[in-house]
């Protein structure tokens, strides 16, 4: 079973899970191995029996699950960094802290077609991707060991992913991460100076600069954030002010899929096709934090590498102001 460790001096948890890899070799992949042709794709139709079997799928038609005629797919993932099954078992080790790995991890296919992409799928299909986001949390906040849900995309080998098939993925996890704390503190530590939410402030002093936004319509709008830790980094915000992405409903969804497709079509733009990681940073699950947190989406595309001044000091050097993004990004013909 996965292992979770709290480092005593900053308090960040760890996952180790050695069923994942365990030898130096295993670190090493070779250049080859990324690439995988559709007809060995474990995600594409017809190949439902190389997944887990499914937890839920999406089908214009019904159909036996684990069978083909899918519009989006979610399996758990073959190779857990954590798994379901099991009591939580924290204990003390002397001053250190640990627990067993206890949460999920899920695999959410986008699309049956091997070669699409999430910025070339039809924004219905972006928004059907959406619902199972919000379906599957809505599942597995019932469990009242998680804590927290992160979903993440992958998009292309150095961004991590070692699938070319487009997916992301979720993990359910039994504590607050330490990235996700720090904002809630953040977010909380405003609203009790200012009675107001911190992201809606952003969001009315972007709509009224300008020079930041990169695209907007009647529910949302893209900005690059005034502090961006990487060049063209943006975030797609609610302008209506929600903490908990789960409870959206479908008139957002409607609005929500197509500003995420521009948005990454604006990038491919201009950025020839990135490889990238986006995150969706909603509520922790049984925390009231509805008067002060903003739930939104981060797109990150992979230009620079973190090293060793930004490890040694959570500093981030980014060659590109957020203004100068936001013009490219805005003017780029698509």
């Known amino acids: 079973m996965p292992d979770l460790r709290r480092d005593p001096i900053v308090g960040r948890w760890v996952i180790i899970s050695t069923e994942r890899s365990g030898r130096p070799h295993d670190f090493i992949t070779p250049q080859s191995a990324r690439t995988n042709a559709a007809s060995l794709c474990p ?3 017809g190949q439902e029996r190389l ?7 999406y089908r214009p038609q019904p159909a036996a699950p684990n069978t083909p005629n899918w519009t989006v797919r979610v399996v758990p993932n073959k190779f857990p960094a954590l798994q379901v099954e099991g009591e939580m078992g924290r204990e003390g080790i002397g001053l250190y802290d640990r627990m067993n790995g206890i949460g999920a991890h899920e695999v959410i296919i986008e699309t049956p077609t091997h070669v699409e992409g999430l910025a070339e799928m039809p924004t219905k299909r972006i928004e059907d991707m959406l619902w199972a986001y919000r379906d599957r949390i809505l599942d597995l906040r019932k469990d009242l060991r998680f804590r927290y849900i992160l979903i993440f995309k992958n998009h292309g080998s150095s961004a991590g992913a070692t699938l070319e098939h487009s997916h992301s993925q979720l993990i359910a996890l039994p504590i607050i991460p330490t990235s ?5 503190d953040g977010c909380h530590q405003h609203y009790q100076k200012k009675e107001r939410c911190i992201y809606c402030d952003i969001l009315r002093q972007d709509l009224s600069d300008g020079e930041r936004v990169v695209a907007e319509n009647p529910e949302f709008l893209c900005v690059t954030p005034f502090a961006p830790r990487f060049p063209f980094e943006m975030w797609i915000l609610p302008k209506r002010h929600a903490a908990y992405f789960e409870e959206s409903q479908k008139s957002q969804f409607e609005f929500l899929a197509p500003i995420l497709s521009e948005s990454l079509r604006r990038m491919d733009k201009v950025l020839a ?7 969706l940073h909603s ?9 002060y947190y903003h739930w939104h989406l981060e797109i990150i595309p992979k230009l620079t590498q973190v090293a060793g001044f930004e490890w040694g000091t959570g500093f981030y050097i980014n060659p590109v102001s957020p203004e100068e993004s936001a013009k490219f990004l805005r003017e780029a013909g698509i």
């Open 51 to 57: 997944t887990p079997k499914e937890i839920m799928a």
């Open 43 to 45: 995600f594409c139709p």
């Open 180 to 184: 996700v704390q720090e904002e809630l």
């Open 283 to 291: 509520s922790p699950l049984h925390e009231k934090t509805g008067d």
């Open 273 to 279: 096709r990135p490889h990238y990681n986006f995150i």
